[in-house]
């Protein structure tokens, strides 16, 4: 039904309409769409703790998959006014065999947490690694922001279901507090590890490192 409801928002935006009618449709998109990210959310982490969620293991070219998600949150970030890059260190290897889709759904939650708490300066990604033997390399993907920051109380509940700091930190952002939730039990079946290094005021680093099996082409 939400779809139906979005699909139709968005048809009725291309039709003639008054400015004040437009307002209107544009709120009925908006607020779905929200809410699709919302149920969206809640059916992975159910899917997830039912032990639903299997991975899937394709080629994947890493930078690729990660230019994409950057891409989608490049003009956000611009409209914020914020220094946004992207940067894979040389001379890492490119090409890997692994659920590529749920390490973009890893990346697209760690930037948008990061541009929603930024207001000013900068939001940057950044991709190193090291073998740890010959079919198989440590990735860490780090999301660095200058942000609000979050304090070590803050910290220690942060990757917990429905939680996102505190009361007024979700009046003032919104969101459902399962995005970083659902990112901690993925790592956790990619057999990685998730960590943030932050302190109020000084901005958040958000840091994923898994392991990946190189992909050789034949």
Known sequence: PLNAVIGVASLLDRSSLTERQRQQVGMIFESG?????????????????????????FPFNLPDTL??????????????????????????????????ARIQQLVHSLIDNAIKFTH????????????????????????????????AEQRDDLFNIFTQG???????????????????????????????DSEPGRGSLFWVELPLRLYREV
């Open 33 to 57: 769409k929200s809410l699709l990210r919302t149920l969206n959310d809640i059916m992975d982490y159910v899917r997830i703790e039912a032990g639903e969620i299997t991975l899937d293991a």
């Open 166 to 196: 505190d009361s007024s930190i979700t009046r003032a952002y919104g969101g459902s507090g399962l995005g970083l939730a659902i990112c901690s039990r993925l790592v956790k079946l990619m057999e990685g590890n998730l960590g943030v």
């Open 67 to 100: 230019a994409a998600v950057f891409l989608q949150h490049r003009e956000v970030a611009q409209a914020r006014g914020l220094e946004y890059s992207l940067r894979y260190g040389e001379p890492l290897p490119k090409l890997f065999e692994g659920d590529g």
């Open 120 to 151: 000013d300066g900068s939001v940057q990604v950044r991709i190193n690694g090291y073998a740890l033997h010959s079919t198989r390399y440590l990735m860490r993907i780090e999301v660095r922001d200058t942000g609000i920051g979050i304090s």
